[in-house]
């Protein structure tokens, strides 16, 4: 990612400020951390690799920020509580979490094992709950107006073949948001779900993205079908979101699920009933015989993500659908 330097240190938007970017050795992680730092804030690198955590925290160091490494694997208690140390050891104070470490054990749900199971639960849900409450004990000790800033996926927003543990994390991810954003109100701490699209490790081996991520590594710009209908580009344009809302500018942002990725920003609803009906003395297995198809013709909702085909010039041979 480009690293402008900031106009001074004292007058960046968030001079003073402390971040903590779990998973943020490499790929979006790195881009959200990076750019934090770039607006003024400290960070706190997490990753499980020390090595490309030590890469990350001298990035940001050459670019002119301030960042240490916890290494660490998220997900228990433990790990959360030396994350939020971490930040006040090296920095004296916290006011921004960034949920985003993560792993994929994609499979269909017969194949799909336990293990496959609980690790993505682990490591997404488990380790944003912890990190979320250490932070947010931290904010409420402290009389901070943190940030929590947790990471989706369009998988939790809409389902995906081959993904139930990934697709059941994210979108508990996005329903722990909606109960924080009431929970942390009166804290002035607020929470939000990012649910980024972008070329990353994570990403860049599916077919369906190939020549936007082979454009993106001659270094020439992504096809603008990428980047619009798909809203797929590359991690620094998903971290302008996050250091947004890790800024005073979102103080009154909270509960919100944004999607962000290439040239497209999008505010997600969260679920409403789409039509309510009313029978006295309540619905029988007769009334809704009688009268439950008439009121889901037209109702029914679609699952799964609708993407638009790729244009002839931009498919490669193998490419099927988005896995
Ligand atoms: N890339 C996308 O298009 C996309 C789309 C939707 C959601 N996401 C989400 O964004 C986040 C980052 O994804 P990415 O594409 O940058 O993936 P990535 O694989 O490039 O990076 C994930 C990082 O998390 C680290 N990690 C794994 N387990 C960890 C643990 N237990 N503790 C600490 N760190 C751990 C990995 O070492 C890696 O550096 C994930 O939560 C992912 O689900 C990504």
């Known amino acids: 990612m480009a690293q402008d330097s900031t106009a001074s240190p004292s007058t960046a938007p968030l001079a003073g400020k402390v971040a903590v970017v779990t998973g943020s050795g490499q790929g979006l992680g790195l881009a959200y951390a990076q750019e934090l730092a770039r607006q003024g804030a400290a960070v706190v690198i997490n990753d499980v690799d020390q090595e490309i955590a030590d890469r990350a925290v001298a990035a940001i160091a050459a670019a002119g920020g301030q960042a240490v490494a916890v290494v660490a694997p998220v997900g228990s208690t433990e790990t959360a509580t030396a994350l939020v140390q971490g930040a006040v050891e090296a920095f004296g104070r916290l006011d921004v979490l960034v949920t985003n470490a993560g792993v994929l054990r994609d499979k269909s749900l017969l194949k799909m094992t336990d293990e496959d199971f609980d690790l993505v639960i682990q490591v997404h849900l488990r380790g944003t709950f912890t990190c979320a409450r250490e932070a947010y004990r931290y904010f409420k000790d402290n009389g901070v107006a943190g940030r929590i800033i947790t990471i989706?996926?369009?998988?939790?927003?809409?389902?995906?073949?081959?993904?139930?543990?990934?697709a059941a994390a994210k979108a508990g991810i996005v329903g722990m948001v909606r109960t924080w954003a009431l929970e942390m109100k009166k804290a002035g701490v607020t929470a939000n779900a990012v649910i980024p699209v972008a070329a990353t490790a994570m990403t860049e081996t599916i077919p369906f993205f190939r020549s936007a991520v082979e454009a993106d590594r001659r270094g020439e710009p992504m096809p603008?079908?990428?980047?619009?209908?798909?809203?797929?580009?590359?991690?620094?344009?998903?971290?302008?979101?996050?250091?947004?809302?890790?800024?005073?500018?979102?103080?009154?942002?909270?509960?919100?699920?944004?999607?962000?990725?290439?040239?497209?920003?999008?505010?997600?609803?969260?679920?409403?009933?789409?039509?309510?009906?009313?029978?006295?003395?309540?619905?029988?297995?007769?009334?809704?015989?009688?009268?439950?198809?008439?009121?889901?013709?037209?109702?029914?909702?679609?699952?799964?993500?609708?993407?638009?085909?790729?244009?002839?010039?931009?498919r490669p041979e193998s490419a099927t659908q988005q896995s």
């Open 152 to 166: 989706g996926s369009p998988t939790g927003q809409y389902g995906n073949f081959g993904q139930t543990n990934y």
């Open 224 to 314: 603008e079908f990428f980047r619009k209908d798909l809203g797929f580009g590359n991690a620094a344009d998903v971290a302008g979101l996050i250091a947004y809302l890790a800024s005073d500018d979102a103080a009154g942002i909270t509960g919100q699920a944004i999607g962000a990725g290439g040239d497209r920003l999008q505010v997600f609803s969260h679920p409403r009933p789409v039509v309510t009906e009313y029978r006295d003395g309540g619905w029988t297995f007769e009334a809704l015989r009688e009268q439950l198809p008439a009121i889901l013709e037209g109702n029914l909702q679609p699952v799964g993500e609708t993407l638009p085909p790729l244009p002839e010039e931009l």
